[in-house]
């Protein structure tokens, strides 16, 4: 069963990303014999695409008129009832836009040509990489290997790896390193996890030790963490401080469990969306930086949003199955 319901997700998916698209202007050539030929696949791509057609005809209409949506405004600054109707009606209309389409990365054309080994939303999977090292993937994250003579690289697309390099030892001289964003870690020991952050990374180490390099502002920056420690990096800001994590808490989604100790709503909520097939969007700019604490399951998410909207006396609804907003 659970098969069929991935294969149906999948199609979802993917009708979702063709409507998304049409909205978006025209098809090429290419495109249209693309859309034609999964339409022709199956009764079942048409049945999905047609749905997605008249779900995102009906988000459309919210535009004008946004109904209880009206209300998600912040009131907090005085507007027209036309003025708040047309803002209500915009962010509805990008969030099914930023919901339908990065909610559904992974049938992103220029990310599926790029990674040799990805995973779905709320997916686990461990690899086997040629030169035997393991990496565990963890939703919604995607690598692309590169091994050559002079080096084992693998550069992380998206998401968070956990990797357990193979020593250099014996016949196999070449350094193991992980890219991601402007940034590389490379293997003095052997675990450590790397979490894209866009354009940078946090990187921690777990077994022996491991160094994080990257050019700034014209100089190396790089710094070697022992096991517990952890760094930041991002493009223009360069290495932050080193800090310590306690690995079993950070490692926590490999056993099915999210901990979270204080962490900032919006981390959370970014977190989340990468275990589940909708997004979650704040639509309060300051609520990003309330505290959120908790250990949640990542098979019963919808208990997480429930607790942390209790928790922290806030709102949400539902456009399934595109998007939650938290208000």
């Known amino acids: 069963m659970g098969s069929i319901d991935n294969r149906a997700h999948e199609i979802e998916l993917r009708a979702a990303e063709w409507v998304a698209r049409l909205d978006g202007g025209p098809l090429s050539p290419a495109e249209s014999a693309c859309l034609r030929e999964w339409l022709e696949e199956e009764p079942e791509h048409r049945a999905a695409f047609e749905e997605a057609a008249a779900t995102w005809r009906e988000l459309s209409l919210l535009r004008r008129d946004p109904g209880p949506l009206r209300d998600l405004v912040p009131r907090t600054r005085p507007a027209s009832p036309v003025r708040r109707a047309v803002r209500v009606g915009a962010i509805v209309a990008l969030l099914v836009l930023a919901g339908g389409m990065a909610r559904y990365q992974f049938g992103d054309p220029w990310l599926l040509a790029s990674a040799d080994h990805r995973t779905a939303p709320g997916e686990l999977r461990s690899v086997t990489l040629p030169d035997g090292s393991v990496a565990e993937l963890g939703p919604a994250s ?41 940034g590389r870690t490379m293997a003095l020991g052997t675990q450590f996890v790397v979490e894209d952050e866009g354009e940078g990374a946090d990187v921690l180490a777990i077994e022996h030790q491991i160094e994080v390099a990257l050019d700034h502002a014209g100089a190396r ?77 990542t098979n019963d998410l919808d208990d997480a949003i429930e607790t942390i909207t209790a928790e922290l006396g806030i709102g949400s609804r539902s456009i399934y199955p595109f998007v939650t907003v938290l208000y």
Not at 153 to 167: Q, S, Y
């Open 142 to 182: 995607a690598i692309a290997v590169d091994f050559d003579s002079a080096e084992r690289r693998v550069r992380l697309l998206a998401g968070e790896v956990f990797f357990t390099a193979a020593p250099r030892a014996g016949d196999e001289t070449r350094p193991f390193v992980v890219e991601a964003g402007v």
């Open 221 to 297: 920056q790089d710094v070697v963490l022992s096991p517990g420690q952890e760094v930041r990096y991002r493009r223009g800001l360069g290495l932050g401080r080193v800090r310590t994590r306690d690995v079993a808490t950070a490692t926590a989604w490999r056993r099915g469990m999210l901990v979270f100790s204080g962490s900032r709503l919006g981390e959370v909520v970014e977190t989340l969306n990468r275990y589940r097939r909708g997004r979650i969007v704040i639509l309060d700019g300051g609520l990003a930086d309330r505290r959120v604490s908790g250990v949640f399951a």
